[in-house]
């Protein structure tokens, strides 16, 4: 683990951060002198966005609004978007909602005016252009697409998840406001809350950790340790709200550089075989992953349990071990099931689950333990 690797990070042009922010975007659409604006949402946060979408009207912008990304999205769901997206030919793209808006919101910005085709620049830095303003708005306290350089599709024909990795994923402006988080559904808050804790807490244990990051990762990780519970329990607390966006916010910047490992590659099958909730996924697996990587790294786990505030032990084996006591002490605070047979997977899947798992490379090659099939096998095992 080298602290002091090269790193790049490519930040959004401009960062807003605060309560009821969300009402200044008609003023950056002004700025861009845009004519036409694609809005990507969901339908439940469509009348919070009402004074937003009556002050950009009011300035003779016309907006075409899609809600139909309801779950994590396909390329089938990205290429029907296209269809409707392509006739109307927006100057700028806004996207506000969950992950799973956001990154769809981020591959129609790159895709107009693109010659390059979807699955030509599927991977890790193929995407070549982005012609189209870009603005972000998460709705979640969870994924950090807003500022990361990363878009996740199911793809159709092998039902695999598939990421693209590109600096030209990265918006032009985010607009994170968490008054916008305050209507999230306690267990939608739980999941995605839990979501970025794992991105905070694997960019830190990663086996490229980078000083730079570590300071955005171990800063979400109290941020988000210490408020997730209130957020879930009392989702009108916007001291919680804002403490957990701003943990999320962070570790959405630990996404390009460092991103994340064990948990992530693990989880992806139980998204595209069982199609659980991403957040939910890396919840059940994260202590099991924790549990397993302990000896690989004790010293960055203990750093890990301290900074979701637990006691102080001198030993550094015990201190890490404390930290996935800790975790689970958040998880079940959350009110987010344990296992894997809580959500209905089946044990004879296992075995392929692994299988799919170790075709994620990119997020393995960064665990700080190497994981083989009978080790991804071994941990699935333990969290059933």
Request: proline letters at 6%; a negative charge; hydrophobic letters at 45%.
């Amino acid at each position: 683990m080298n602290t002091l690797q090269n790193v790049s990070i490519y930040f959004p042009n401009k960062l807003v951060f605060g309560s009821g922010v969300i009402n200044q975007i008609a003023d950056e659409l002004s700025g861009y002198n845009a004519q036409k604006v694609l809005l990507v949402t969901i339908e439940p946060i469509l009348k919070a966005l009402e004074p937003l979408l009556a002050d950009i009207k009011a300035r003779q912008i016309e907006v075409q609004i899609d809600t139909s990304i309801v779950q994590e999205p396909t390329f089938k769901d990205f290429f029907t978007l296209m269809k409707k997206v392509e006739p109307f030919n927006p100057d700028v793209v806004l996207g506000i909602g969950g992950g799973s808006v956001l990154d769809i919101a981020k591959l129609v910005a790159a895709q107009l005016d693109n010659p390059q085709e979807l699955r030509e620049y599927v991977g890790i830095g193929l995407l070549k252009q982005r012609a189209k303003k870009l603005i972000c708005a998460p709705a979640t306290a969870g994924t950090g697409s807003e500022v990361s350089p990363n878009a996740i599709l199911v793809d159709n024909l092998d039902n695999q998840k598939k990421g693209i990795i590109s600096p030209y994923l990265v918006p032009d402006a985010v607009y994170a406001d968490p008054l916008l988080t305050v209507s999230v559904p306690a267990g939608i808050t739980a999941a995605t809350g839990l979501d970025a804790l794992t991105h905070c807490l694997e960019a830190y244990t990663n086996k490229f950790a980078n000083l730079f990051i570590d300071m955005y990762a171990y800063e979400g990780m109290k941020l988000i340790g210490a408020h997730i519970v209130e957020a879930v329990q009392n989702g009108n607390n916007e001291h919680a709200r804002v403490q957990v966006a701003m943990g999320s916010l962070l570790g959405g910047f630990c996404l390009g550089p460092v991103n994340t490992a064990g948990v992530h590659a693990l989880s992806y099958p139980l998204g595209s075989l069982y199609h659980l909730p991403h957040g939910l996924s890396n919840a059940l697996l994260l202590p099991f992953v924790m549990e397993y990587n302990l000896v690989a790294a004790p010293e960055r786990y203990a750093k890990v349990a301290e900074a979701l505030g637990c006691e102080p032990i001198s030993d550094t084996l015990e201190m890490a071990k404390s930290g996935v006591a800790k975790v689970r002490e958040l998880i079940k605070a959350c009110g987010i099931p344990a296992t894997l047979r809580e959500v209905g997977v089946a044990r004879e899947e296992i075995p392929q689950m692994a299988k799919d798992a170790l075709k994620i490379q990119r997020l393995l090659k960064n665990n700080p333990r190497p994981i083989e099939e009978t080790d991804a096998i071994q941990i699935f095992e333990a969290a059933f």
